[in-house]
């Protein structure tokens, strides 16, 4: 067993670690130490025993160093163990005694909505979005409240063209300027609302969900029954702020922000 003085070496090799998985590509080690404030001969060291373990990788010709396959074995194993899922589903559950609605998990995959979980109520009403359904991003509430933490950029790249707007009803963003319109405001507000943009006489509020470095790594969503002949411009303050804090609780649980 270690001791107490382990911790500080430990605590030291994960934010080399970090520091690693954030970068483009290998850094120097004196970039390392500059960045995390430590001795050189520190660093030099934390990246030796790293390197020893395979968590790192030395390119001795570059001098540099970056993660190595023990890194991504960790990242693999980690994924497979369905982290997302899991730490969501009781969530999912406390959100739907909450608000008697169904509840959904969701994550961006490419242009669209991958819904990983659903969460019913004990006499739900039928909506389409079961598990393994994919929506276009831009419809559903859970897909613009990731696509509104995005970068201009990569909203540009997923949705380059105006045939990108597929439509389920006549209700939706059109073309990319309408969704940046809608995106900022739902940005600006805290959630995204969907009013018969997927299935007509249903509507839906969304929240985002976040891991430790601020990328929108899914979004929980509440479904409900809700007709109107247009669009009305409801917002369900009270349903989203339920949704809301589902979706900041397992930020929380991601060690996310």
Do not use: N
Not at 53 to 75: N, Q, S
Not at 132 to 144: E, F, I, N, Y
Not at 164 to 181: C, I, N
Not at 182 to 193: M, N
């Amino acid at each position: 067993m270690g001791s107490s003085s382990d911790v500080p070496a430990l605590r030291r090799g994960l934010a080399v670690l970090r520091l690693l998985a954030g970068k483009a590509g290998p850094v120097t080690a004196a970039a390392v130490a500059r960045e995390l404030g430590l001795p050189r001969s520190t660093t030099y060291h934390l990246l030796g025993e790293l390197a020893d373990a395979g968590f790192v990788t030395h390119l001795p010709e570059e001098r540099r160093y970056g993660l190595g396959l023990a890194a991504f074995e960790l990242g693999s194993a980690y994924l497979r163990h369905d982290p997302l899922e899991r730490l969501a589903r009781p969530l999912l559950r406390r959100l739907i005694e909450r608000t008697g609605h169904t509840a959904h998990l969701g994550v961006l995959h490419g242009g669209e909505t991958l819904y990983l979980l659903r969460e019913q109520p004990a006499h739900p009403h039928t909506v389409v979005t079961d598990v393994g359904v994919r929506l276009p991003a831009h419809l559903p509430a859970s897909g613009r409240a990731m696509l509104a933490h995005l970068p201009a950029a990569h909203l540009r790249a997923l949705f380059p063209t105006r045939s990108s707007f597929v439509r389920r009803t006549d209700r939706g963003p059109e073309h990319l300027p309408a969704l940046r319109r809608l995106l900022a405001v739902e940005r600006r507000r805290g959630w995204a609302v969907e009013d018969g943009y997927v299935t007509e006489g249903f509507a839906s509020v969304a929240a985002a969900v976040f891991d430790h470095t601020g990328w929108p790594a899914g979004a929980i969503s509440t479904t409900f029954r809700h007709v109107c002949p247009h669009e009305c411009g409801e917002t369900w303050f009270d349903l989203a702020t339920e949704t809301s804090r589902a979706a900041g609780e397992l930020t929380a649980r991601l060690g996310g922000r």
